[in-house]
């Protein structure tokens, strides 16, 4: 049976409140005609409103909803996970609405008995964020429409809104390392690989596999396959998050694309926010769902960067990253700080974010 509490809460409906003043005048006119045929009518109405009553009060009891722990979903966009509508009674029911605040979340038409459906929330998000499931509404007027019982519930679970993600170039990488995958070619040669570069003599250690068999087919020993180094670089992306969320929000975004851009193009991915310096890894060719959940939830921040928060930044990063600045505000001392970092051999960018008002 359903684990969420039975608190109930009636009223009557437009129509409802309609017959309920026809009621009212055939009373009336039943006194003053001393006619007993108009109470005939009146007690069907009451019959209707009973039945209606107890019918809602059922199809609520019967319904439970479970939300899942964690849906997803992108600026502008709804949630990718349906809730789970049981019904544990042995008849049917419906016309169900469930709401929360204003929002009209779903609406069941009809639910047959020991079943379930999977609803999805009819809720557009418009901005990203980590919206709590929190308290809802449930609501049902069946079967006749004259009265409406609501339920109250507070559902656990929540929805992580992406930032939506723009199509850009690859971001400037540096500090290239060997990697199978890696969409760049380095000068040396390997012995796993995509792109073929020759053959070379067997060594110990090396894989049956690697043999390349009609080279060594020709009596000059055992010959084994080479190709070209595959290479990834590494781009660090550093985010001031400022005190205005429209600007953030847009910070945010080019934080996203610029890290998929890069991971599409082959490369380490390292974000830190300059205000809590936790660093994050995706490594290339990752979904990147943990760290775009991270931007789902950054907020705002009352101060600006310190010169030491940045150096300490540029430091739980990679020392061989290029550093790409995302800045929704210009903190103090900033240019000297860059500065120091360039002189010290690191790649700066500096990505200025403003919003048009």
């Known amino acids: 049976m359903p684990k969420h509490s039975a608190s109930f809460r009636y009223r009557f409906s437009k129509l409802g409140m309609l017959l309920l003043g026809i009621a009212f005048v055939l009373f009336i006119s039943s006194i003053t005609s001393q006619s007993g045929l108009l109470l005939v009518p009146i007690g069907i109405l009451a019959g209707c409103y009973l039945i209606n009553t107890l019918s809602a009060r059922r199809v609520l009891a019967q319904l439970e909803l479970t939300t899942p722990e964690i849906s997803r979903a992108v600026e502008g966009g709804r949630g990718d996970r349906g809730w789970i509508a049981t019904n544990h009674g042995v008849g049917a029911i419906g016309e169900i609405t469930v709401t929360a605040g204003r929002r009209n979340l779903f609406v069941i038409p009809r639910l047959d008995g020991r079943s379930e459906a999977r609803p999805i929330p009819d809720h557009v998000y418009p901005r990203r964020g980590i919206y709590e499931h929190g308290d809802i509404i449930v609501r049902t007027r069946f079967p006749f429409g004259l009265v409406e019982v609501n339920r109250p519930l507070h559902l656990k679970g929540r929805t992580i809104v992406h930032p939506a993600i723009r199509e850009m170039p690859a971001p400037a ?146 020392r061989k990253a290029a550093l790409h600045f995302i800045l929704t505000d210009k903190p103090a001392g900033l240019e000297s700080t860059l500065a120091e970092l360039e002189n010290a051999g690191r790649k700066v960018f500096v990505h200025n974010v403003e919003v048009a008002r």
């Open 173 to 318: 990488a540096s500090g290239y390392d060997v990697m199978v995958g890696g969409r760049f070619r380095g000068q040396g040669q390997t012995s796993t690989g995509d792109f073929f570069s020759g053959v070379r003599e067997h060594r110990p250690g090396d894989s049956l596999r690697q043999i390349h068999w009609p080279s060594s087919a020709k009596g000059l020993g055992l010959m084994v396959r080479t190709y070209e180094e595959e290479l990834s670089g590494r781009v660090a992306i550093l985010l001031a998050p400022g005190r205005d969320e429209a600007v953030l929000d847009e910070a945010v975004r080019l934080t996203a694309s610029l890290a998929f851009a890069a991971l599409d193009e082959g490369h380490h991915v390292e974000f830190i926010d300059l205000i809590t310096l936790r660093a994050d890894l995706v490594p290339p060719f990752d979904d990147g769902q943990d760290l775009l959940d991270r931007l789902a939830g950054i907020a705002t921040s009352p101060s600006s960067p310190r010169p030491e928060q940045i150096r300490t930044a540029s430091i739980r990063v990679s």
